[in-house]
């Protein structure tokens, strides 16, 4: 496959502008749009590439196992912040203990935004948080999550809800943050102020100073520097526990398998 790519350079660009058109032709939308002197991939182009790239990923791991049989090749995943931070180092390390010619490429996102990534195959799995839309993906539950709300210390405790307080919260797509609207449209409110962080550690020391409460996984205020200057309050018992899933579309590869393998709460797949 390596040869066939190196072979592809070496078109000339008449060539290749006809292979475009034909390309686009054949499904029907396009692929490029020019930008100054050059080319930039369209929604579409962008689409094809993954779909492209998971096929090129795909024959050269049936290259490589037909040639030595072992687990090869590169496993791109995608993680919420949480699980990257407290639940994955560990499973990561015996991972690559036991597979050390798989190469695992980690993007962090809301749950929201990688299930965008698995849908344009950016990703070949992803570990997203309860709720999410499961359309046609596989999926199995692997962490369960404690979820506490966080004040800063002395602050008043709340009462039936989290205040009135602003809320700190990743942006859209986070879970989490789903869960405290409705937390809040239970008692019929919704979040006068949300003050969007990109990272937990923003979102704790923002919640230490004062400026408002935030939703977190305990295991996450476990392992934050912070972590010990915030007081945690328990949540209702149908919002305070929460499942961690791995998601994934089609057949598992040999990797995103044995990756399954060495997870809790999950089965290793059956190979094809």
């Not at 344009?120 to 570990?127: D, I, K, T």
């Not at 020391?205 to 935030?214: D, P, Q, R």
């Amino acid at each position: 496959m390596a040869s066939v790519r190196r072979a592809l350079w070496h078109r000339v660009p008449s060539n290749v502008t006809t292979r475009i058109k034909q390309l686009e032709e054949r499904v029907g939308a396009a692929l490029f749009r020019r930008q100054g002197r050059g080319l930039i991939l369209t929604e579409a182009g962008r689409t094809l590439l993954g779909h492209a790239e998971k096929l090129l990923q795909l024959a050269d791991l049936a290259e490589r196992e037909m040639r030595g049989g072992s687990v090869r090749g590169v496993l791109r995943l995608g993680s919420l912040e949480s699980a990257a931070g407290a639940r994955l180092p560990p499973i990561l390390s015996a991972f690559y203990a036991r597979y050390p010619d798989v190469t695992i490429e980690l993007q962090t996102g809301t749950t929201r935004a990688l299930l965008r990534q698995l849908e344009r195959y950016e990703v070949e799995a992803a570990f997203v948080s309860e709720p999410f839309e499961r359309q046609d993906l596989n999926a199995v539950p692997v962490f369960q999550e404690e979820l506490v709300l966080i004040t800063a210390k002395g602050a008043a405790l709340p009462g039936a809800g989290p205040g009135r307080q602003a809320q700190v919260a990743f942006p859209h797509g986070c879970s989490y943050r789903q869960r405290l609207v409705e937390w809040l449209a239970e008692s019929g409110g919704s979040p006068d102020r949300i003050l969007e962080m990109s990272s937990y550690h923003a979102i704790v020391a923002c919640v230490a100073a004062g400026t408002g409460t935030a939703i977190v996984p305990a295991s996450v205020l476990d392992h934050a520097v912070l972590g010990t200057a915030v007081a945690r309050h328990p949540l209702p018992a149908h919002l305070g526990l929460n499942h961690t899933h791995l998601v994934w579309s089609g057949e598992a590869s040999p990797p995103l398998r044995s990756l399954m393998g060495l997870l809790p709460g999950s089965r290793e797949p059956a190979a094809a």
